[in-house]
């Protein structure tokens, strides 16, 4: 990983759309939006 | 990381944080492993590693995926009974965290220095402190 791609403070939070256990789309926008947000990213399930 | 984040659920809840977990899969996979492990967080999907390389995660090297760290990790994670299963997703994918606050600014990152590393709870709640104050 180039530290060159790494998001910096203050830099705005790609926005994406992804599925909930349901198969609901969910935009990552929708969810900050109601409150300050801790975003993990997973290796993965399993 | 997600057993970690779902012990201190009610620490972030008090904190006024959400906490959301995201994976490469299916929703059927979250539903599996997140059920099991964290029941009480929102567990979302993605089909591919897109959202990972737009947050300037990407796959680990050598010394990142075989460090002594990533190897005691997993003696730590086998000796509290988590027993890997059918992996779904990338295990070379670097791990990372974010908090985000309602303008969708980045307000705090961490980067893993290797696939093991995670940030604990209790910096995670000293930074959500700090910006639900």
């Given at each position: 990983m180039s530290k060159s791609d790494q998001l910096a403070v203050g830099a705005s939070a790609p926005d994406f759309t992804l599925l909930d256990i349901e198969g609901q789309s969910v935009t990552l926008a929708s969810l900050w939006a109601n409150g300050p947000t801790i975003l993990t990213f997973l290796r993965h399930f399993g | 990381m997600l057993s970690q984040l779902e012990e201190a659920k009610a620490e972030f809840a008090a904190a006024g944080l959400q906490v959301v977990a995201v994976a490469m899969g299916q929703p059927k996979h979250a539903a599996q492993f997140c059920g099991s492990l964290a029941p009480s967080l929102r567990c979302l999907a993605h089909e591919d590693a897109a959202p990972y390389y737009a947050y300037g995660l990407s796959q680990a090297g050598m010394g990142e995926l075989m460090s002594l760290n990533v190897m005691k990790a997993g003696m730590e994670a086998a000796k509290q009974g988590f027993v890997p299963g059918?992996?779904?997703?990338?295990?070379?994918m670097m791990p990372g965290t974010f908090i985000v606050d309602t303008q969708g600014k980045i307000v705090w990152r961490y980067y893993g220095k290797d696939v093991s590393d995670h940030p604990t709870n209790a910096e995670l709640l000293r930074v959500g402190a700090s910006i639900t104050a």
């Open positions: - | 059918q992996v779904i997703g990338d295990p070379r």
